[in-house]
């Protein structure tokens, strides 16, 4: 397990919810930390596409994810049939922070972070909902 | 329904056998590639180049200041002899020249041009507080929600969903529809508040006074405008009046905040009649699949 968890970024397209400042800032100072990172155009295109990405997301608990609200994320993978587990993956909305402070929780250590869940999701069993649409 | 998609992914190489990319170089490359609608990923080994387990999430091109000297990944990284990406060298190419090689390659493997593609708007259920009542497949007229084949709500057409709409959220009594894109909570899957619950049951309880059914007080107030408009004969005031009873009923029901596009494109009166039935249907067929699981 390397020390840090593997960072995925929304990169929100179509909508101004999260501030250009924001993305550009992260974006770049993700870039220039010398980690290898994965970023992605609109998390909520790739749940209605039923993207195979985010069953590969969903299999890794070890992840930051960098884009909004943990109750949408969390719901958006859940409508994809890929529900990311309880524990684990941590999201971090940049719809509320700032770059600096978006950063600083993308990039902390893992021994800082253990135990703490920035979103206390409470999701059902519900990895049937998504998957066989009909 | 959308076909489940697989967007082929652009890596950005900056590994042994590559020179980094220079920052606000990278970080305008990636904004332009992601705004293409293609996922990007950074690398700084070659473990990043193929994933032999993952069919379809290979990736599609490998950029890179190779300095005319490929990586030995460009040879290796391959499945039944075809290579699993394409290599390129874009040691002393501008922003532009290395965009018109994505584009080149890639352009063909989306739906549309970036600015033509489709918002992403649609409701998404948080199903820790749906109780699968059904009123959001009864309120939808555009088919957005359905069945699973053993009862349960879902979301199956996205893409009827209306753009900017949240109007479904505000009839969901327990605040489980989200709309990320959407500019406030608890829409947008901020918190809920315990106010908000209370707004939310207020509003049940305003549309129960009502019949229970929204849509019903919308085609009454249609029909009583129909039938003006069809003496008056004149579009541009019919539009105006259905404009303005939707107008009234955001007031009586509380803020929709459907966008006014939307509004006007309502469906006719009769159309309206037809699609509540068929979904209203629908959601008592869900419910009562519900309760014979239950009883088995
Ligand atoms: S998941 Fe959130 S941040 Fe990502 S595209 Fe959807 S609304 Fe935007
Ligand atoms: S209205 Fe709300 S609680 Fe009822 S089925 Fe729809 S999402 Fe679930």
């Known amino acids: 397990m390397s020390d840090q968890p593997r960072i995925l970024y929304c990169h929100c397209a179509f909508a101004q919810v999260i501030p250009k400042d924001v993305k550009q800032g992260v974006l770049e100072q993700l870039g220039a930390a010398g980690i290898e990172f994965d970023c992605v155009p609109d998390l909520c295109e790739m749940s209605a596409n039923r993207d195979p990405l985010l069953q590969q997301i969903a299999e890794n608990p070890d992840i930051r994810i960098a884009a909004c609200y943990p109750r949408a994320v969390h719901g958006l993978f859940v409508a994809a049939g890929q529900p990311l587990p309880l524990a684990g993956p941590e999201i971090i909305n940049m719809r509320t922070l700032n770059a600096a402070e978006t950063m600083e929780a993308l990039m902390k250590p893992r021994e800082a972070s253990a135990g703490i869940q920035i979103h206390e999701n409470e999701f059902l069993e519900t990895s049937d909902v998504g998957a066989d649409r009909t | ?296």
């Not at chain 2, 394409?86 to 549309?112: K, M, P, Q, W």
């Not at chain 2, 893409?159 to 489980?176: L, Q």
């Not at chain 2, 309502?266 to 067929?285: E, G, M, N, T, V």
Request: aromatic share 6%.
């Open chain 2, 1 to 296: 329904m959308i076909a489940p998609k697989v967007t082929p992914r652009v890596v950005l190489y900056e590994g042994d056998s590559a020179a980094p990319l220079e920052s606000s170089f990278r970080g305008q490359l990636m904004t332009k590639i992601l705004e293409r609608g293609f996922p990007v990923t950074i690398a700084r080994s070659d473990r990043q180049l193929g994933s032999p387990g993952s069919p379809g999430r290979e990736p599609r091109m490998v950029l890179g200041n190779f300095s005319g000297k490929l990586p030995p990944a460009a040879d290796s990284t391959e499945t039944a002899g075809k290579p699993l990406a394409e290599f390129r060298d874009i040691s002393g190419l501008d922003l532009e020249a290395v965009l018109s090689v994505v584009d080149e390659r890639l352009a063909d493997t989306i739906d549309a041009p970036s600015g033509k593609r489709w918002k992403p708007w649609f409701p998404v259920i948080d199903f820790s507080r749906c109780t699968n009542c059904m009123q959001c497949l009864s309120f939808c007229l555009f088919d957005v929600y359905g069945a699973t084949s053993d009862g349960k709500i879902q979301v199956q057409n996205e893409s009827n969903c209306k753009t900017d709409c949240p109007a479904c959220s505000r009839v969901c009594p327990e605040v489980a529809i989200m709309f990320p894109k959407y500019k406030a909570g608890p829409i947008n899957g901020d918190e809920i508040s315990s106010d908000d619950v209370r707004r939310e049951g207020m509003k049940v309880d305003i549309s129960a006074l009502l019949g229970g059914d929204i849509y019903a007080m919308l085609r009454d107030r249609s029909a009583k405008a129909q039938s003006r408009f069809s003496k008056e004969r004149d579009d541009e005031r019919a539009l105006k009046e259905r404009q303005r009873c939707l107008d009234k009923l955001k007031t009586t029901v509380g803020n929709l905040d459907v966008p006014a596009e939307v509004l006007s494109s309502l469906p006719s009166f009769d159309q309206i009649q037809i699609k509540a039935d068929q979904a209203r249907q629908r959601a008592q067929q869900a419910l009562a699949q519900q309760a014979a699981q239950k009883t088995q």
